[in-house]
């Protein structure tokens, strides 16, 4: 990283569309307060839910968690793909690994609602139990245990499995990536969901989820260093901008034609949306990757027996992942 001196405050200055990014943009392409790359791209996660389901239900996209439920237990209880069987599952989650429960399912919930740790913090503190994160953590426990809005076979579910089963029509809410839109909006049934930010749990509005923000940066020992920068310089031009949108969806200018975007993709590109951006917490603590471990290992334990009182296991499973972190830490 050490290497990366290329992007500097001078630089930055003149960066093209700096007022469209975000300070989640700044922090991600960031390491030890040095900016490391020009971020070019953002892989940003909404909420799909299918339009047929909702309308066979009569039911408008969730606003709230509430709404969620609620509709999720319409999707399964009232035959929504009209199949003539209860063959349908209300929400699609993924809990086969440890990324897979915590990247690719609490870890939404948590950013979602517009909280920027779901884990830990930037200072390297424990914050499962703290109030907004601990409903995040019961309520996504209470998806498996007490609403069971996801199919049986979740908790072997990777992201594949995942995809498999939203892509085969028996799901009704589930996650939808700037990237998927490209071929969601082209293929049978086409367009036949909406996106829309994750459903607050509170009556703050809820947020879409930046997974990961790309960028380029040129290092001091590039064999062709001026080469090099001016790709730099392209890859955040309008007219490189434009073709990734077009092709990938992914992008941080804000100063594109839009016009032409699939539905899919609109609802990634509204001025006003919240985003909450991934802490990347990974590439901060060495130990953060075991730790994510532990805790998935606590968290399938809850979701295979439940806890009679799940915010007094929230309380015991904080200490012990302090516990195991200490251990970690003292380790190296």
Do not use: C
Not at 9 to 34: C, E, I, Q, V
Not at 68 to 80: A, L, M, S, T
Not at 277 to 286: A, E, V
């Amino acid at each position: 990283m050490d290497d990366f001196k290329s992007v500097h405050m001078d630089g930055l200055r003149r960066y093209p569309h700096k007022s469209s990014l975000t300070d989640g943009d700044w922090t991600a392409s960031t390491f030890k307060n040095r900016v490391v790359q020009i971020p070019f791209q953002r892989t940003m996660t909404g909420l799909g839910v299918r339009k047929s389901w909702l309308e066979k239900v009569g039911e408008q996209p969730p606003k709230t968690w509430d709404d969620v439920i609620r509709i999720g237990k319409k999707f399964q209880e009232q035959d929504p793909d009209g199949n003539g069987r209860k063959d349908t599952f209300g929400i699609a989650m993924q809990a086969g690994d440890a990324p897979s429960i915590t990247g690719g399912g609490i870890n939404l919930l948590v950013y979602g609602n517009g909280l920027p740790h779901p884990l830990v913090n930037e200072k390297g503190d424990i914050v499962i139990d703290q109030p907004d994160v601990s409903k995040a953590v019961t309520e996504y426990i209470k998806l498996f245990t007490e609403y069971k809005l996801v199919s049986p076979e979740t908790v072997n579910h990777t992201f594949t499995d995942m995809y498999q089963l939203i892509e085969g029509g028996r799901v009704g809410m589930f996650r939808v990536g700037n990237w998927n839109v490209g071929k969601w909006d082209k293929q049978p049934p086409a367009g036949d969901y909406v996106v829309v930010p994750y459903p607050s749990f509170t009556s703050t509005p809820g947020a879409l989820v930046v997974g990961s923000v790309r960028g380029m940066a040129v290092p001091e020992n590039a064999k062709n260093k001026e080469a090099a920068k001016q790709f730099v310089k392209f890859i955040v031009s309008k007219q490189a901008q434009q073709i990734s949108l077009n092709n990938m969806g992914g992008v941080v200018r804000s100063d594109l034609d839009t016009a032409t975007v699939t539905p899919g993709l609109k609802p990634f590109l509204t001025a006003d949306v919240k985003l909450q951006t991934d802490d990347f917490l990974s590439s901060t603590f060495p130990w953060y990757l075991k730790l994510q471990e532990n805790y998935y290992k606590h968290l399938i334990e809850a979701i295979n027996n439940p806890p009679k009182d799940l915010n007094a296991w929230v309380k015991a499973t904080a200490d012990k992942l302090r516990e195991e972190q200490a251990s970690l830490k003292s380790k190296g």
